[in-house]
């Protein structure tokens, strides 16, 4: 690259980071975007079907687990430009089994592996039409994610040009921001997400598995986006696979501060990363796959088949779901992160594959279930985890009923409940905690003299607690 190019390049880099900047600043004090708005989902193609009954099946084992969305794959072959009538029917089951289950989906645009690459300026033209023609198709689809762990020769070569330097970052980028433009131009509210990156890689050239860490990764593709001379982005959100070293790592213990690896506990290195490369320190994350494998028992080892690598090291189910409360815990509290899915919800029968279900293959459930649900109840409560700078606004409701109060919070609340009969003396006051979004009776009862009460409620996050919200209302006579 010239000097005058070089130096516009870096004129144009400067320029996006301070604007960025800017806004990131004004908005430092705004609402944590994690929190209870985290999107809690399962990575499950066991929702694709050719029959609405089926994918309605299936989601709904995804909803009992507490799972309120789902990533799904649609792989891209070359020369298509159009959905098939029978993925249309497969992507249209889903879309109409999610909605009927309230569900969220995600689907994964990706070629099937290496030997499909898209590389060639057809290719990547055609595999950019396919999106756009899908979220045309099915306009249900509303979040999209472009491509599949390209940092891995599994899914993209070649990784290395011949003198060793980046070539699967280059040719992403270009990939990502023609197929942002393609899908934008279709259906400009759909969100479209980058990267699905692999949280670790070799970044050696000449090797028989060659592959690029998520950090030299994340920082080529910045430099092609930098050369690009792109004044638009390229993508809405980054998406990112934050798995452990092997299942026995515990999320809270697997940092890596002095190596290229990212995982869950890293996210302070992804956001710089994202940050100095794309000049965006508030680019959203969907972490849109994350497992942990447990142990099969004895009684269910019929369902399975082949030999469990020995590297993988899973753990006994309690571990498992331990190790996911943590995982939820974690993305709870990291601002720039706005969806959790877990690979996967039920069980490969391929032991070489994951077994990182909450569901066995016979899907029947494993005794991680209720543990795992309920940390994901607690999440969209706000009670999942105390992280700091996180103030959560609750907002409570008091219907009456006779003699009965009831409270409802959007969020877990702790409230205090003080009585009036009016002009102001004080019947009774109680205090007491309710579970967000459910009905809880407020622990009095409203006097049956005839008399004009009052009751003065205020309520605030437990365990995050924002500005107290009060509430008073008029109350009849019971």
């Given amino acids: 690259m010239a000097m005058a190019t070089v130096a516009e390049a870096m004129r144009a880099t400067l320029l996006r980071f301070s604007a960025v900047l800017a806004a990131w600043l004004a908005l430092a004090s705004a609402a944590h975007a994690g929190g209870p708005t985290l999107v809690l989902g399962a990575t499950e193609d066991a929702v694709r079907s050719t029959t609405l009954a089926t994918a309605k099946a299936q989601m709904d084992l995804l909803a009992l687990a507490g799972f309120h969305a789902v990533r799904i794959t649609q792989v891209w072959t070359p020369g298509e430009r159009t959905l098939s009538a029978q993925d249309k029917t497969v992507l249209e089951n889903v879309a109409a089994a999610a909605k009927l289950s309230n569900v969220t989906v995600l689907t994964s645009v990706l070629n099937a592996g290496s030997k499909t690459t898209p590389l060639t300026e057809g290719d990547q033209s055609d595999f950019a039409a396919y999106a756009a023609n899908l979220v045309h198709q099915v306009p249900a689809l509303r979040i999209l994610i472009v491509g599949n762990e390209p940092n891995l020769n599994r899914y993209w070569l070649p990784q290395f040009n011949a003198d060793g330097t980046d070539a699967a970052a280059p040719a992403y980028e270009a990939l990502l921001a023609q197929t942002y433009d393609a899908v934008k131009a279709a259906a400009p509210a759909v969100t479209v997400l980058g990267g699905a990156v692999s949280p670790r890689g070799g970044d050696v050239a000449g090797g028989i598995r060659p592959t690029h860490s998520p950090t030299v990764f994340i920082s080529d593709m910045g430099l092609a986006y930098t050369a690009s001379f792109r004044s638009t982005p390229i993508m809405d959100g980054f998406a990112f696979h934050p798995y452990e070293d092997n299942s026995s790592v515990a999320p809270v213990d697997g940092t890596h501060p002095n190596t290229t690896t990212i995982a869950l506990a890293d996210y302070d290195k992804l956001v710089t990363l994202l940050g100095d490369a794309f000049g965006d320190y508030t680019l959203p994350i969907w972490y849109d796959e994350f497992g942990v494998e447990s142990q099969i028992p004895t009684a269910k080892q019929s369902f399975y088949a082949n030999e469990e690598p020995a590297a993988t090291k899973p753990v006994p189910e309690a571990t498992q779901a331990a190790y996911y409360r943590q995982a939820v815990q974690l993305a709870f509290c990291q601002p720039n992160v706005r969806g959790l899915f877990l690979f996967h919800a039920i069980d490969e029968r391929d032991l070489t594959g994951w077994q990182s279900g909450l569901y066995y293959a016979d899907d029947t459930p494993k005794s991680s279930l209720a543990p795992v649900r309920l940390a994901l109840d607690q999440s ?99």
């Fill in 380 to 478: 969209r409560r706000g009670v999942v985890a105390h992280c700091d700078g996180l103030k959560l606004p609750v907002h409570p409701k008091v219907v009456q009923a006779g003699r009965v109060l009831t409270l409802t919070c959007d969020l877990d609340c702790s409230y205090v409940a003080q009585l009036y009969r009016l002009p102001g003396k004080l019947l009774v006051s109680k205090h007491g905690r309710a579970v967000g979004a459910r009905a809880t009776t407020l622990p009095l009862r409203v006097p049956v003299q005839h008399a004009s009460y009052r009751l003065r409620l205020s309520a605030v996050a437990p365990v995050n607690p924002g500005p107290s919200a009060t509430l008073r209302v008029a109350v009849r006579p019971g």
